[in-house]
């Protein structure tokens, strides 16, 4: 398994954290945290991966399109909810998350893109979540081009 070895490939490196994406179910995310992830993703809560996650210390991030399976996802635990699709709701939507929860910790996925980051940084999101930009890449084998565009959503301009 990939997570494996880049978490061995890691282990010494404090700016490196190896987790798991698109995790549907909780025997997926127990193969992963035993493979050495560090965090689980998953497009979708799941109450099993959330009590999988907690038993074993990893930050479990669903994702989450309404108030109340927000509310849910943070009663099992998770600290940190993924807002996707975001180019479903757009920056705006985040009032209306903060508004009745104004303590959730967001991160948005889907539709997140250079032009647009510091847009959504600015409406209050925490994090942003960057995939297939880099997955196509990726597959090229264009690390190089992958490493660049990396460094440009770090020096995204945040919160006016």
Do not use: H
Request: proline share 5%.
């Amino acid at each position: 398994m990939i997570i494996k070895q880049l978490s061995g490939d890691y282990q010494n490196n404090n700016t490196v954290l190896i987790g798991a994406g698109t995790v549907l179910d909780a025997p997926t995310a127990k193969n992963a945290i035993m493979a050495g992830a560090k965090y689980i993703v998953s497009p979708a809560f799941n109450q099993e991966t959330a009590i999988i996650c907690n038993r074993y210390g990893i930050p479990y991030i669903p994702g989450c399109m309404t108030i109340k399976e927000i509310i849910t996802a943070m009663e099992y635990g998770c600290e940190i909810i993924k807002l996707f699709p975001g180019s479903a709701f757009g920056p705006n939507y985040i009032n209306a998350i903060k508004g009745p929860l104004p303590y959730v910790s967001l991160m948005v996925t889907g539709g997140v893109n250079l032009n647009n980051a510091a847009e959504w940084f600015n409406a209050g999101i925490d994090a942003i979540g960057i995939g297939g930009e880099l997955n196509k890449l990726a597959a090229k084998g264009q690390f190089e081009t992958i490493k660049e565009i990396a460094q440009k959503y770090v020096n995204t301009k945040t919160r006016k």
